[in-house]
Structure formats: C-alpha cells, structure tokens
C-alpha cells in the first residue's frame, strides 16, 4: 500500500512516497522516500483509537534513518497522521 505525499520545504514542494510496512493493532509503521533517502516512522494511532484516555495524543517515533531538519520531519509526521486520522 503506497501513496505520495506533498510537503513544503521553505519555497520547495518536496513530492514523498509512502508506504505502510507494517500494522498491528498497536502500531503502525510508514516508510517515507525522496530521492535517494528514506526514514521509517511509528505511530500508535491503531491504540489511540482504542483506548478513550489518550485519545487525540498520537505519538511518533523516528526508527530509522535521520533528517537534519526538526521543522520537515513534523510537517512529514503531521501530513502523515492527517491521512492516517482519515482512513481510520
């Protein structure tokens, strides 16, 4: 399951490819891809959704690769959860 996503970057749109590599009914991980580079990001929405007390407080994880710029990787993670929020 693949899609792209598009994010700015000061005055650039950078076009990413993402894809869901792994679920459970507790995580989910997303392989993000430009060019040459990819991270991998976690998140704990499939357990927000289940669980009333954190509900709205989807927490994301870096597990793999880096990204030298804190502001892109939370743009990358906000587009993320805004399409995985709309799928669920």
């Known amino acids: 399951m693949g899609w792209e996503i598009f994010v700015s970057k000061g005055i650039i749109e950078l076009q990413l490819q993402v894809e869901l590599i792994y679920f459970s009914n507790q995580i989910e991980r997303y392989k993000v891809s430009?060019?040459?580079?990819?991270?991998?990001?976690?998140?704990?929405?499939?357990?927000?959704?289940?669980?009333?007390?954190?509900?709205?407080?989807?927490?994301?994880?870096?597990?793999?690769?880096?990204?030298?710029?804190?502001?892109?990787?939370?743009?990358?993670?906000?587009?993320?959860?805004r399409i995985v929020k709309g799928k669920m």
């Open 34 to 81: 430009g060019g040459s580079n990819a991270i991998v990001l976690q998140t704990d929405y499939p357990l927000q959704i289940k669980t009333t007390k954190n509900k709205g407080k989807v927490k994301w994880k870096l597990i793999e690769g880096s990204i030298d710029d804190a502001a892109l990787l939370m743009r990358i993670m906000h587009e993320l959860e």
